[in-house]
């Protein structure tokens, strides 16, 4: 994942509410999963194990994040562990096996919470101290493109 890669996610974490974060969490999972696929096909193991280990992270932190106390929750837990074997066969096995469905799995649980995202009752944020940050460029000296980042306070 690039820095500004790294930088956009932080922005969106920032602006999130709890609901957004576990779609945004999705997406951060299959953006390491296809770095692993890229590494792979570019015979750099050592860099597919990298990632398949960070994407492998971002699913055990969902799995620890569930809620017991519903009954989805068991669902969810499943889901993340058909994903998380894949990982770990994958890593094992040095192999893109069945990568696919892991990032096929990660994009509806991902679709689902960003639809449920959507209610206006699911709303509130993950930082409450969070501003909203808005960026862009400016012209500076001799025509360099400047970055600025404005906060709405």
């Known amino acids: 994942m690039t820095k500004e890669q ?4 932080s922005v969106r974490i ?15 999972i299959n953006n390491y999963i296809s770095d692993a696929v890229s590494a792979l096909k570019d015979n750099d193991r050592e860099s597919f194990s990298v990632f398949v280990k960070r994407a492998m ?15 989805i929750s068991y669902n ?9 074997r894949i990982l770990i066969h994958g890593n094992a096995h040095i192999t ?8 096929k799995v990660m994009e509806e649980i991902g679709n689902a919470f960003r639809a449920v995202a959507a209610n206006s009752l699911c709303n509130e944020k993950s930082m409450e101290n969070s501003d909203k940050i808005y960026a ?17 306070i």
Do not use: H, P, R, W
Not at 57 to 71: A, E, G, I, R, T
Not at 96 to 103: G, L, P, R, W
Not at 137 to 143: C, E, V
């Open 57 to 71: 992270s971002f699913v055990d932190d969902l799995s620890s994040s569930l809620d017991m106390k519903y009954d």
């Open 96 to 103: 893109d096996k069945d990568f696919e469905s892991a990032v």
């Open 76 to 84: 969810l837990l499943s889901l993340y562990m058909y994903v998380k």
């Open 136 to 152: 862009g460029y400016t012209y500076g000296k001799n025509l360099k493109l400047n970055e600025v980042v404005v906060k709405n």
């Open 6 to 9: 790294i930088n956009e996610y």
């Open 14 to 28: 920032s602006q999130s509410s709890k609901t957004e974060l576990v779609s945004i969490t999705c997406e951060i």
